[in-house]
């Protein structure tokens, strides 16, 4: 059975940092593009950042870029996101999936970002 499990969120100060993991079993991670997503309250889910098979080639989303960096190790079958200079917009549950969504989604890790 495929099971993401996601940890390292909390609660931060403005401007503070997170690393988040993303752990998968019954999958390897080292099979596809790996996407890191959040979804806020009363929103959609979102892709925030993606990552290829080897780690070579990362993409961000406007609102994140510059400040959160993806990365990966396979051979731990892991997958991270490191956020720095956090923002209150930046407040969300954060998952992580396939670039096409095409796992179950796990539990995801809660951020929050607040004085």
């Known amino acids: 059975q495929v099971q993401l499990v996601e940890s390292g969120g909390g609660l931060v100060q403005p401007g503070g940092s997170l690393r988040l993991s993303c752990t998968a079993s019954g999958y390897r991670v080292s099979r596809n593009t790996m996407g890191w997503y959040r979804q806020a309250p009363g929103k959609q889910r979102e892709l925030v950042a993606r990552?290829?098979?080897?780690?070579?080639?990362?993409n961000y989303g406007d609102s994140v870029k510059g400040r959160f960096t993806i990365s990966r190790d396979n051979a731990k079958n892991t997958v991270f996101l490191q956020m720095n200079s956090l923002k209150p917009e930046d407040t969300a549950v954060y998952y992580c999936n396939t670039l096409t969504s095409a796992l179950a989604w796990g539990q995801g890790t809660q951020v929050t970002v607040s004085s």
């Open positions: 990552i290829s098979i080897g780690g070579s080639a990362t």
